[in-house]
């Protein structure tokens, strides 16, 4: 495992009490809201994306923007779900870590048993999401939920907890793609693997903030097996989704126009990587949240694309 030498600069704990959560809504909502990360919106954002990306390029010309919504209310409900597992498995530890310890379940806002139950709301809201779209699309989206339950548990197993991320976020790459065609083509795998990648990034970038907590707690993930090698890693991680996104582009046969954009828009990893701090706990929180800038610049590559594509203007 690689030495992680220097104190880190820590962020304040992850649960503020000053957003519109706070603010808005009723006290005895709040602590569920939280729970569900609705005050974050970047995890749902990850979530949503590939399922964006995919749908995207699947169609013919623009998309449907009926789908695109749909997708957005499945992303946070389920996104929500996540996190309600990932705090039920962690609950034992999230107390011992400063960032975490005022999350609602280690600081007993919520009850166990109060949780399940959100979860099983929460579960059922995206289930009646899910039915809105074709049978192919149905049975893909409940083929993720093994993921969704198992990846919290895999810090306890493996120094590679990233890597299980990335499977379960970019689920949606299949699913949106068996939304709109019934099929999932080789340009949606092609999608998957290089979504998977950059969550091996960004998530990596993101862990720094927790790595002297997980050394004291005996939980792994890769900023604690890559240490100070992370950036050189990251740069490699993020060249893999460079490069699988060009080639679901080729296999999708979309408009060259593409090409270019997917360039343009992969200078904002460039940047994540040369301009990251992995001893600055609120570097890397702003490096991990611009990931959504990053991916809503590829959505537009391939809206773009399609619709320049279909239009024959070029």
Partial sequence: ??????????????MPTDGWVDRYMPA????????ARM??????????????????????????????????????????????????ADRNYDGKVERTATRPIPSGQVKIWQAFAFLGLLLLIGLAVLVQFRIEAIIVGICSLPLVFTYPFMKRITYWPQAFLGLTFNWGAFVGWAAVTGTIAPAAVAMYIGGIFWTLGYD????????????????????????DATPQWALGFYCVTTSMLAIAGGLAGLHWVYFPLLAVSCLHLVWQVKTVDINDAAN??????????????????????NVVGHSGAF
């Fill in 1 to 14: 495992m690689a030495q992680v030498n220097q104190p880190l600069n820590r962020t304040k704990n992850d």
């Fill in 204 to 227: 990596t970038i993101y862990a720094h903030q927790d790595k002297d907590d997980d050394i004291k707690i005996g939980v792994k993930s890769l900023a604690l097996r890559l240490g």
């Fill in 28 to 35: 005895p909502v709040r602590p569920y809201l939280k729970l």
């Fill in 284 to 305: 890397c929180l702003k490096r991990f949240k611009s990931n959504r800038d990053f991916a809503l610049l590829v959505t537009a590559a391939i809206i773009i694309a």
């Fill in 39 to 88: 005050d974050r919106p970047i995890g749902t954002w990850l979530v949503l994306l590939p399922c964006w990306w995919s749908s995207a390029m699947a169609s013919d010309g623009a998309p449907n923007w009926v789908m695109f919504v749909l997708f957005a209310i499945g992303a946070l409900v389920m996104r929500g779900a996540g996190c309600v597992v990932n705090d039920l």
